[in-house]
Structure formats: structure tokens, C-alpha cells
């Protein structure tokens, strides 16, 4: 850094995972009747109730791939990538589930897939 | 005639240069002030014998609450008629409670007439004017406050996490992951934030506070400046003007391709030389040196 105005700055490294993991295990449900609308999500080292405050409110994303490829926004090329956005709503029980809903239901087959959990809105 | 409101009389307005030697103007009327009371003392309005108590018209509003006083009826929404007028000094009496109507010549209000029929007394006096058959509930209905204010006035808020020179975590956007020096709030809200472009290539930019972790990490900025003239207007998107339709060339899209203006180039230098300079005497300056997101 000692280096003058000359020096190009430095090429910018990409940048690590900048959310949490977490997986879909279901739907809200109860024993026989599961309602699709609101999704159980178990994030990664959640493990009880207090510790899914921070948690709140954050935007999650359902990531997957598809045949066909669509427009992008902000890209040129259409990509296979898709996304299903929702938010974090509430806790679920007592040891650190979640629940959360999306703009759309999420689609069984996600169950047991990872999705992401956001670090925004962020509140710290 | 009664104010409906306050059910006190309805007085008639005098004006303060009327002939009528009888009539006194208020700031005359001081009866006396000598009391132990510094608050009398300080109007001189008041009789001694009043001390200043709540506004009872006030009682029971949340706004407009206020001793009651000449003074500060004058300003008070709640007020009748009649308190304005003697708040201003206007009425005749020196105290309200000695109001009473100016003499004038009236109009008859009442007329006799002459009914037919047997036994009936032959007359009967009969309003000139009739009573109208409606009264509103409220004289003057008070106008709901309007709460819709514009965005250009909203209450701009920040986290007390985020204060001048702190490093932030961009958590979002084309910078993610990258670790930036807060400078300031913008008027609408935003945060203006700066790499400093050297070391991570975040120019100066204005993010939003929810995509933005706060470090506990503070530099000390008091003696940076930033140039006044970045601001919103600054940041704004710049409209392409729109070519005129030439024939033929109606979809023709030349894409404006964004370069970074001299005067970005400019001012990025000015501060993040300061910068640079403020990070150098941190102890842990080769923490910052080092990163390369």
C-alpha cells in the first residue's frame, strides 16, 4: 500500500458464503393435515428458541435448477437458476426450528434441500 | 345567544380604538399584581385573587394543554368566542365574569301577530327569524391532524450501532462481503459509505442500513471531510435522454454504457486520502491493509 495513485486497487476477491444454511423439513402440519402455506425451516447451530431471535424477519431463498433457462435480471445470459424468496416468520417450538413463508408455497421435492437464510434485513 | 360550545355568552366584537370611555383595554386592567406568585407577576393579566390553574377548556384534549392565562388562550385552539376576545383584551369587564352584551340598537326579533279563533288569546309573538331547525354538533368541526407526510420529511432513523467511522459489513448488493468505513447519513436515510477504493474497490456509495452489519470496529473521522456536494442529488440515476424517433430507427437501443465522472474520481481521492491517512495511525492497520474483499 505504499505504493502511489499508480497502483490499480486491489482485484477484489468474491466474497464467501453470506448466508445461513438451513434445511426445509416440512410444512406446518399436524398429525394427518400439513398446511403447505408456511414452511418448518432447521437452520444450521439453532438449536433452541432464544437463539432464533436474531433469526427474524431475515429473507430465506429455495435455490434450484431447472431445464430451461430463463432471463436474469441483472445478467445477460439466462441461466437454469431459480429462486423462491419468502422471510423468516416466526419460531417454531422450542428447539430452534423456524418457520417461514414464501412468495410461493415451496414445492415438496425441496424437502430436505437446503435453503438459504439471509443475513438482511439486517437489525445489528 | 348562547356559544354552543362553552355555553357561554356570545359577545360582541369591540374594537380596541372604540369611543366608549367605559372600555378599557386589558394591559390597563392590572388590579393589583403583588402577589406571591411569579407567574401573575410575569403577565400582569391577572387579578390577584385568580391563580393559574389547568386550562379547563384544555382538560381532557392531549393537545393544546396550558395554564390558564390570557397569553396563552390567545394561541389555544380550544378557545370560544369569547375567550379569544378577552384574551385579546377586547371585551368590556375587566373580568369574564362580568360579560355582558354591548348595547345596540336591534332589530325587533319577536312580532306580534294577530291569529283568529275563539278563547285563544287573539295574538301570538312570533320569532321574525325563525330558529334553524339543524345545529351542527360542532360549530367549527376541528380538522383531523393529516398524518400523511412526504418522503422528504420523514423521520430519517439509525441504528446506535452505526455512528461515523464505524466499519460496516456489506451484506448485500455488488459488494458483498466487503468491509467499509461509514461516513455519513444522507438526508434520505441512506448511508454513504466508502471503501476506501484502494483497499477493497467499494467506491463511495450509498447503501441502506438493513443490508449492513455494524462491527464494533470505530475510526476515528472527526477531521474528514466530505465534500458537501456529494448528497443524494449526487447518487441519483442519471435519466438517458431519450433520442428523438428518427425514421426507420425506432428500435435502435444504443445502451448507455455508465463511466465514472471526473468529479466522482475527484472526490473519492480527496476522502479516501484522509482516510488512508486516519487508518494508518490505527494499531491494527495492517488488518485493513491486508484484506483483499
Not at chain 1, 22 to 39: D, I
Not at chain 2, 168 to 176: D, M, S
Request: positive net charge; aromatic residues 6%; charged residues 30%.
Amino acid at each position: 500500500m505504499a505504493e502511489t495513485q499508480a497502483v490499480q486497487a486491489n482485484p477484489a476477491k468474491k466474497s464467501g458464503r453470506l448466508y445461513c444454511k438451513a434445511v426445509f423439513t416440512g410444512y406446518t402440519r399436524s398429525h394427518r393435515n400439513q398446511k403447505e402455506n408456511t414452511a418448518l425451516l432447521k437452520i444450521e447451530g439453532v438449536v433452541s428458541k432464544e437463539e432464533t431471535e436474531f433469526y427474524l424477519g431475515k429473507r430465506c431463498a429455495y435455490v434450484y435448477k431447472a431445464r430451461r433457462l430463463t432471463a436474469c435480471p441483472g445478467h445477460d445470459k439466462p441461466s437454469r437458476l431459480r429462486v423462491i424468496w419468502g422471510k423468516v416468520t416466526r419460531s417454531h417450538g422450542n428447539s430452534g426450528v423456524v418457520r417461514a413463508k414464501f412468495r410461493k408455497n415451496l414445492p415438496s421435492k425441496a424437502m430436505g434441500k437446503r435453503i438459504r437464510v439471509m443475513l438482511y434485513p439486517s437489525r445489528i | 345567544m348562547r356559544d354552543l360550545v362553552s355555553g357561554r355568552p356570545r359577545v360582541k366584537f369591540i374594537p380596541n380604538n372604540s369611543s366608549d370611555p367605559t372600555f378599557a383595554t386589558n394591559k390597563n386592567a392590572i388590579s393589583g399584581v403583588g402577589s406571591d406568585s411569579e407567574y401573575s407577576e410575569k403577565i400582569g393579566l391577572f387579578k390577584t385573587n385568580i391563580k393559574p390553574k389547568a386550562c379547563l377548556i384544555c382538560v381532557g384534549r392531549t393537545h393544546h394543554t396550558h395554564l390558564q392565562s390570557p397569553a396563552a388562550h390567545s394561541s389555544c385552539v380550544c378557545q370560544s368566542q369569547s375567550d379569544f376576545l378577552f384574551s385579546k383584551g377586547f371585551l368590556q369587564g375587566k373580568s369574564r365574569n362580568t360579560l355582558r352584551p354591548m348595547p345596540t340598537t336591534k332589530e325587533p326579533t319577536v312580532v306580534t301577530k294577530k291569529i283568529g279563533g275563539d278563547k285563544n288569546g287573539g295574538e301570538r309573538q312570533v320569532r321574525v327569524k325563525r330558529m334553524p331547525r339543524w345545529y351542527p354538533t360542532e360549530d367549527k368541526p376541528r380538522k383531523l391532524k393529516n398524518h400523511k407526510i412526504a418522503f422528504n420529511q420523514h423521520k430519517r432513523k439509525l441504528r446506535a450501532s452505526i455512528t461515523p467511522g464505524t466499519i460496516l459489513i456489506l451484506v448485500a448488493g455488488r459488494h458483498k462481503g466487503k468491509r467499509v468505513v461509514f461516513l455519513k447519513q444522507l438526508n434520505t436515510g441512506l448511508l454513504l459509505v466508502t471503501g476506501p477504493y484502494h483497499l477493497n474497490g467499494c467506491p463511495l456509495r450509498r447503501i441502506n442500513q438493513r443490508y449492513v452489519i455494524a462491527t464494533k470496529t470505530k475510526l476515528d473521522i472527526k477531521d474528514v471531510k466530505v465534500p458537501d456536494r456529494v448528497n443524494d442529488e449526487y447518487f441519483k440515476r442519471q435519466k438517458s435522454k431519450k433520442p428523438k424517433h428518427t425514421e426507420g430507427d425506432i428500435f435502435s437501443t444504443e445502451k448507455e454504457v455508465y463511466s465514472v465522472s471526473e468529479e466522482r474520481k475527484e472526490d473519492q481521492a480527496s476522502v479516501d486520502r484522509q482516510l488512508l491517512d486516519v487508518i494508518r495511525k490505527q494499531k491494527e492497520k495492517k488488518l485493513f491493509f491486508g484484506q483483499h474483499n
